[in-house]
T-cell receptor
Framework: EPEVTQTPSHQVTQMGQEVILRCVPISNHLYFYWYRQILGQKVEFLVSFYNNEISEKSEIFDDQFSVERPDGSNFTLKIRSTKLEDSAMYFC?????????FGNGTRLTVT | DQQVKQNSPSLSVQEGRISILNCDYTNSMFDYFLWYKKYPAEGPTFLISISSIKDKNEDGRFTVFLNKSAKHLSLHIVPSQPGDSAVYFCAASALGSGGSNYKLTFGKGTLLTVNP
């Protein structure tokens, strides 16, 4: 069964550094998403992406965040200057319509 | 602002018995509801869904019930198996509101433990 793949599985970075989280969505999907889950909290929506543009973003998704689909297969989330509170699991998801299919996540640790 | 609430952080049941996981929502725009299952170190995996035009949807051992007037849904697992032990997330979407995405709003999850 096709799956969403995310790399790396774990990323450790220092505060103020830029990180790029990578995702390969399911190949025929058109809708792409990033969610995050801070330890012990709920899975929170960050951003959705369709037709090469952001379709919706949450309050969390401020100017420090950006998304890109640089080619036909990858979907990336960039955090420009990481903060301690950015430490979380970041999940990429893709969909044809509904349901969303999630990757196994990237654990981001900001020190 | 918890639009989707799962008030039980955990539930423990015996193998073979029924597991009932509950979810409440506050946003009247939600018209499609899903349950996801999550194992440690994995992403959420879609389990079952229901549209607001229905009150029940069944798939094998899993049944989801929707009570629109109460803004409440539940997931029944029967019989429960040890392999069902995981965190279960309730999620909701407002498909009818238009827009070009199928964004989900999640609850906090319920940790189900099925004891052999």
């Amino acid at each position: 069964e096709p799956e969403v793949t995310q790399t790396p599985s774990h990323q450790v970075t220092q505060m103020g550094q830029e990180v790029i989280l990578r995702c390969v969505p399911i190949s025929n999907h058109l809708y792409f998403y990033w969610y995050r889950q801070i330890l012990g909290q709920k899975v929170e929506f960050l951003v959705s992406f369709y037709n090469n543009e952001i379709s919706e973003k949450s309050e969390i998704f401020d100017d420090q965040f950006s998304v890109e689909r640089p080619d036909g297969s990858n979907f990336t989330l960039k955090i420009r200057s990481t903060k301690l509170e950015d430490s979380a699991m970041y999940f990429c998801a893709s969909s044809d319509r509904i349901p969303l299919h999630f990757g196994n996540g990237t654990r981001l640790t900001v020190t | 602002d918890q639009q989707v609430k799962q008030n039980s952080p955990s539930l423990s049941v015996q193998e073979g018995r029924i597991s009932i996981l509950n979810c409440d929502y506050t946003n009247s725009m939600f018209d499609y509801f899903l349950w996801y299952k999550k194992y440690p170190a994995e992403g959420p995996t879609f389990l079952i869904s229901i549209s607001s035009i229905k009150d029940k949807n069944e798939d094998g051992r899993f049944t989801v019930f929707l009570n629109k007037s109460a803004k409440h849904l539940s997931l029944h697992i029967v019989p429960s198996q040890p392999g069902d032990s995981a965190v279960y997330f309730c999620a909701a979407s407002a498909l009818g509101s238009g827009g070009s995405n199928y964004k989900l709003t999640f609850g906090k999850g319920t940790l189900l433990t099925v004891n052999p």
